[in-house]
């Protein structure tokens, strides 16, 4: 069975959705290890409490980026997974890390991307008044919430949200998406094609979401 690293920061509710997932038995991967930087991370607790290996290396007791990336590095390397799965991990990767794992990399990020990178992605969306926003899982690259998409998840905009509201709804379909990413990629059902994902399987060609829906016709 595939083994994955999962790196979070905090809270861990996607950390979280993925052990649902294996628990369930709709996700066959075994998680080697949940990593942090921070030693507070609410998910280490999680994790350990399921019997998961947990370790910190927390960024702030490392000279620089590229110290605390090869630490990261050696820690993740130990338990030599297939799969590194950021989760939540709020540390700007170097290009030589993010190399390093070439295609075994993945993150979610809470928008659909290319659409808002960085922080604050649901303010920026009420701001940009967007009907349609969501969640993508990709692929990293050195460039920050960048990379080849493999999944993304929509939801519409709704009169009345504020970013509480719209994060909550991202959220839930984030648990939904990332457990289905990671099982596409330890079944190897996707693969790099330059800066496209391509799956083994046919797609339905007609999964059109429009928003606002039933409100002017
Ligand atoms: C999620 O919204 C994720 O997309 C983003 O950071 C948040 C982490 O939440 N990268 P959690 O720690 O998984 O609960």
Redesign the pocket.
Known sequence: MKSIVIL??????????LLAAIAAGSLPARVAAVISNRPD???LQSASAQGIPTRVIDHRQHADRAAFDAALRDEIDRFAPDLVV?????RILTEGFVRHYEGRLI????SLLPAFPGLHTHRAALEEGVRIHG?TVHFVTPALDHGPVIAQAAVPVLDGDDETTL?AR??AQ?HRLYPRAVRWFVEGRLHLHGKRVVFDALQDSSGALIAPRDVVD
């Open positions: 979070i920061s905090g809270r861990g509710s996607n950390m979280e959705s991370a609410r998910g950021l989760a939540g991990f709020m993150n979610i990020h809470p969640c994060a991202v959220l984030e």
